[in-house]
């Protein structure tokens, strides 16, 4: 089975469906990302790019919300805080490392630092 993500305008991912392989094999039975891409706009219309479930094809699994950047070929979350950067694997950063202590924490934006979450178990 592959999945294909249909874009919208701004090439942000308005779905994400799965497509049965023999819609998207050639005669030889190879994965053909513009056979599954023919299919979907025949089917549904659209604007459609592969995404891998495993993140083997454009970095990350397509979700609704995320955008397509042509420029990296990622799809990409939306960015969760203002601060936050993309690293190389298109995945969004904290300009501070979270703590790796076993504790809980939020993103404090205001103080640009790691904020222990009260009361959370352990």
Same mark, same amino acid.
């Given at each position: 089975?592959?999945?294909?993500?249909?874009?919208?305008?701004?090439?942000?991912?308005?779905?994400?469906?799965?497509?049965?392989?023999?819609?998207?094999?050639?005669?030889?039975?190879?994965?053909?990302?513009?056979?599954?891409?023919?299919?979907?706009?025949?089917?549904?219309?659209?604007?459609?790019?592969?995404?891998?479930?495993?993140?083997?094809?454009?970095?990350?699994?397509?979700?609704? !919300?995320?955008? /397509?950047?042509? +420029?990296?070929? $990622?799809?990409?979350?939306?960015?969760?805080?203002?601060?936050? *950067?993309?690293?190389?694997?298109?995945?969004?950063?904290?300009?501070?490392?979270?703590?790796?202590? !076993?504790?809980? /924490?939020?993103? +404090?934006?205001? $103080?640009?630092?790691?904020?222990?979450?009260?009361?959370?178990? *352990?």
């Amino acid at each position: 089975m592959a999945h294909f993500a249909e874009l919208d305008e701004n090439n942000v991912v308005k779905r994400v469906i799965v497509v049965d392989n023999k819609d998207t094999s050639d005669a030889n039975g190879n994965e053909v990302e513009s056979i599954g891409v023919a299919f979907c706009q025949k089917l549904l219309g659209g604007n459609w790019k592969q995404t891998s479930y495993h993140g083997n094809i454009r970095k990350n699994y397509a979700g609704v !919300g995320y955008t /397509y950047r042509a +420029d990296i070929d $990622a799809f990409v979350a939306p960015q969760p805080y203002p601060s936050w *950067v993309l690293d190389g694997n298109a995945q969004w950063q904290a300009p501070v490392p979270m703590p790796t202590d !076993g504790k809980m /924490y939020s993103w +404090d934006e205001a $103080a640009q630092a790691w904020t222990e979450v009260e009361g959370a178990p *352990v």
